[in-house]
């Protein structure tokens, strides 16, 4: 079965950065789009971004640009997400979550999602 | 949001409850809509994806259809377990990203 197992709970001081790990299994990694979507404290979903391992793209929302970097190594079917120069409004919970095949040419599915990271930033 | 979801509904159990996602050309018009349910503590789960398809687990209690720039999810005969927040979301062609909406929680009274 598809999951998606994030790494644990981080807590940072301001201007820090912080990587965030995405571990797939039960599906071929290489194949499908990962997204990741943060939720910050009591609000709702706001999109990141998206990798393709098929063609090696990466898009990223306007808002996370510059600040935020998507890697991955198909060799152990994981996705990586840094935040960097954190400030107390970058902290939510950080959700990878598994998209459409990556030959498609509108990403319009999200389907699996991991548990979450929650980033806590504080002095 | 560019998607725009009433911040709550809330009915009775074995009552009907309808959620509405107003969007626009750019996304819900051209763009498979889907829903997603989020329990408290938990990561969101989809339950629509394509504007009206149904995950193998998820119950038939729960429907969606889309007309235009918005589209809509139907939970009848409503359990005490749905009461969570649920979310829309789409592709948005103008943006080059997935946007979702604010949410609604659903309250069973």
């Known amino acids: 079965q598809v999951q998606l197992v994030q790494s644990g709970a981080e807590v940072k001081k301001p201007g820090a950065s912080v990587k965030v790990s995405c571990k797939a299994s039960?599906?071929?990694?290489?194949?499908?789009?990962l997204h990741w979507v943060r939720q910050a404290p009591g609000q709702g979903l706001e999109w990141m971004g998206m990798?393709?391992?098929?063609?090696?793209?990466?898009t990223y929302a306007q808002k996370f640009q510059g600040s935020f970097t998507m890697t991955w190594d198909t060799s152990t079917s994981t996705g990586f997400m840094e935040l960097s120069s954190l400030r107390s409004e970058d902290a939510g919970v950080f959700y990878c979550a598994r998209g459409n095949m990556g030959v498609v040419s509108i990403p319009d599915l999200i389907d699996y999602w991991g548990q979450g990271t929650l980033v806590t930033v504080s002095s | 949001s560019v998607l725009t979801q009433p911040p709550s509904v809330s009915a009775a159990p074995g009552q009907n409850v309808t959620i509405s996602c107003a969007g626009s050309?750019?996304?819900?018009?051209?763009?498979?809509v889907s829903w997603f349910q989020q329990f408290p503590g938990t990561a969101p789960k989809l339950l629509i994806y394509d504007n009206t398809r149904r995950p193998s687990d998820i119950p038939d209690r729960f429907s969606a259809s889309k007309s235009g720039t918005s589209a809509t999810l139907d939970i009848t005969g409503l359990q005490t377990g749905d009461a969570a927040d649920y979310y829309c979301g789409t592709w948005d062609g103008t943006l080059g990203g997935w946007v979702f909406g604010g949410g609604t929680t659903v309250t069973v009274l």
């Open positions: 050309s750019s996304n819900v018009v051209y763009h498979y």
């Open positions: 039960g599906y071929t990694f290489s194949n499908f789009f």
């Open positions: 990798i393709n391992p098929v063609d090696g793209s990466m």
